[in-house]
């Protein structure tokens, strides 16, 4: 069981302030019936942003405007993968379109490609669990699951913990290195203790079960350049495994434990769309 493509309206990258720039950049207002590119909206004017933090930046594009720059777009562009989840998406101008409509603001924003930027999400499950035995819901009876979450330098929000694939780099390798790097934070440690670490991921990311792949709904989005993702399901059914490592946050967070699934959590993005499709499969409380 997958989702795929499920984000219809995309509304937290929409009529607020752009992340990281404290208030100084403002998107333009869009009314959730203004978000489709083919409804009439002659007001629009958003502003133009793309932060210096990724200008010239060699894992990031040149300006659009570049002679040298000649993206093809909709097609896998050397190393880089400019293909959508969500299919072939329009270009206007020489500008990628936002699938999923107007956000108010052009440019890439603190993106590094413009058009789709393909991400990885790791999600580690267990059974929440006392003295041994399975904890139950009391208002589902159902079993409660636990996963692994991040809190967010940039934002101070919670999330999973997931990252940008590399030029050249296969999922799979991406959400085991972002897992360590985010939750595991494996600098500092001994030698010892970094190999049965590495050991016990390695158990549980054997077999991954995949949730999502599509449009994130990211506070980063603009109308020329998105995050999509891939989102995994790694459970720990026994909690043997990385059940029982010591979790500790890497240099991208400031914070990382286990949370009880719920359907009520406020989480980064769209994370908890992906979630809700791991509690349908794990049969757990929701």
Same mark, same amino acid.
């Given at each position: 069981m997958k989702i795929l493509?499920? +984000?219809?309206?995309?509304?937290k990258c929409r009529n607020s302030a752009y992340p990281g720039t404290d208030g100084k950049i403002?998107?333009? &207002?869009?009314?959730?019936?203004?978000?489709?590119? &083919?409804?009439?909206?002659?007001?629009?004017?958003?502003?133009?942003?793309?932060?210096?933090?990724? +200008?010239?930046?060699?894992?990031?594009?040149?300006?659009?405007?570049a002679l040298e720059f000649k993206p093809n777009w909709n097609c896998v562009d050397g190393n880089v993968n400019r293909i959508s989840f969500t299919g072939k998406y329009n270009i206007q101008n020489g500008f990628p379109l936002n699938p999923c409509g107007r956000t108010g603001l052009i440019g890439r924003g603190v993106l590094g490609r413009w058009g789709p930027n393909h991400a /990885?999400?790791? +999600?580690?499950?267990?059974?929440?669990?006392?003295?041994?035995?399975?904890?139950?819901?009391?208002?589902?009876?159902k079993p409660i699951l636990q996963f692994v979450a991040i809190q967010r330098k940039d934002s101070g929000e919670w999330a999973l913990p997931g990252g940008m694939v590399d030029i050249g780099e296969?999922?799979?390798?991406?959400? =085991?290195?972002?897992?360590?790097?985010?939750?595991?934070?494996?600098?500092?440690?001994?030698?010892?203790?970094?190999?049965?670490?590495?050991?016990? +991921?390695?158990?549980?990311?054997?077999?991954?079960?995949?949730?999502?792949?599509?449009y994130v709904d990211d506070p980063r989005n603009t109308d020329n350049a998105w995050m999509e993702t891939v989102a995994t399901l790694f459970h720990d059914? =026994?909690?043997?495994?990385?059940?029982?490592?010591?979790?500790? /946050?890497?240099?991208?967070?400031?914070?990382?434990?286990?949370?009880?699934?719920?359907?009520?959590?406020?989480?980064? /993005?769209?994370?908890?769309?992906?979630?809700?499709?791991i509690a349908k499969i794990l049969k757990c409380h929701w």
């Open positions: 493509n499920r +984000i219809m309206c995309h509304y403002v998107r333009f &207002h869009v009314p959730d019936d203004k978000v489709n590119w &083919h409804s009439l909206y002659s007001m629009y004017n958003p502003p133009i942003f793309t932060s210096t933090s990724v +200008i010239g930046q060699l894992w990031a594009d040149q300006d659009i405007y /990885a999400d790791p +999600i580690v499950t267990r059974w929440k669990k006392y003295e041994n035995k399975q904890v139950f819901h009391t208002m589902s009876n296969v999922v799979s390798t991406t959400l =085991k290195r972002e897992f360590m790097e985010e939750a595991m934070d494996l600098l500092g440690k001994s030698e010892e203790d970094t190999i049965k670490i590495k050991k016990e +991921i390695e158990e549980v990311f054997t077999e991954g079960i995949e949730v999502f792949r599509g059914d =026994k909690g043997v495994h990385v059940g029982m490592l010591k979790l500790h /946050a890497g240099d991208d967070a400031v914070g990382v434990k286990w949370v009880d699934l719920d359907r009520k959590l406020n989480l980064y /993005a769209n994370h908890l769309l992906f979630l809700e499709n």
